[in-house]
């Protein structure tokens, strides 16, 4: 099966600027994940959807920060404004629905890096 | 709250040797799955093998091993024979509540490089 398709993969930007990131899960994945990895750092999740619905924004920074998820398919992360401190890679994953083991199981795409001057 | 402990920032191990990377968790939840994940330089996250807290087992896959140890709050990660490729970041992983349709989010750790000397 494909895997979780990323892009941009690479994105040099100015401070204050704005970026989108794109993200398609794999088919029939209704649970959908961006992650924040700054170097030198474990992934911190950002947002989780079910389908088109958000489950988990708490670390979000909703200043900045937005998401979406339309068609319950594929999702798109904005930052605007950008900050220096946003400087990191951005992963997406997904997952079957469910609470079968193999649900459990988060497939991540290759990330989208990201460096703000 | 969850919270995932790495405390190797770096290991070495010589080709064709045995690994153990550590790893302690806390979390008051009864029903949670351990989980271990493979980063090298490329970036991308590859799942290695993962445990659930009911499961009597440790988990194998290949050359990976979990050696799970519920009373310590204890998931390390066993490589057998390492080779050059497992030269790469590996994170420990949580997730709380595994079983049910949306359970509570993948928290990591801060990961441990593992350099494998030819």
């Known amino acids: 099966e494909a895997g979780v398709a990323q892009s941009p993969r690479y994105k040099i930007i100015e401070k204050r600027q704005s970026v989108a990131f794109w993200c398609n899960p794999i088919s029939g994945h209704a649970t959908l994940y961006w992650y924040q990895q700054i170097l030198g750092q474990g992934p911190k999740l950002l947002i989780q959807f079910q389908n088109n619905g958000v489950v988990d924004d708490s670390q979000l920074p909703k200043d900045r920060f937005s998401a979406e998820r339309l068609k319950g398919v594929d999702s798109t992360l904005k930052i605007q404004p950008a900050k220096l401190e946003d400087s990191a890679v951005y992963l997406c994953a997904s997952r079957v629905p469910g609470g079968l083991r193999e649900a459990n199981v988060l497939t991540f795409g290759a990330g989208s890096r990201l460096t703000v001057l | 709250a969850q919270k995932i402990t790495q405390t190797q920032p770096g290991m070495f191990v010589q080709e064709k040797e045995a690994v153990t990377l550590d790893c302690t968790y806390d979390?008051?939840?009864?029903?949670?799955?351990l989980f271990w994940y493979k980063q090298p330089s490329s970036g991308e996250m590859i799942f290695l093998i993962y445990?659930?807290?009911?499961?009597?087992q440790n988990a194998t896959e290949g050359r990976y091993s979990l050696n799970f140890q519920k009373a310590r709050k204890s998931a390390n990660l066993v490589i057998s024979a390492s080779q050059l490729g497992d030269s790469a970041m590996y994170f420990c992983?949580?997730?709380?509540?595994?079983?049910?349709?949306?359970?509570?989010?993948?928290?990591f750790g801060q990961g441990t490089e593992l350099s494998v000397k030819p």
């Open positions: 445990q659930g807290s009911y499961d009597e």
């Open positions: 979390t008051s939840d009864q029903s949670y799955g």
């Open positions: 992983a949580m997730r709380e509540d595994v079983g049910y349709n949306q359970g509570g989010k993948l928290i």
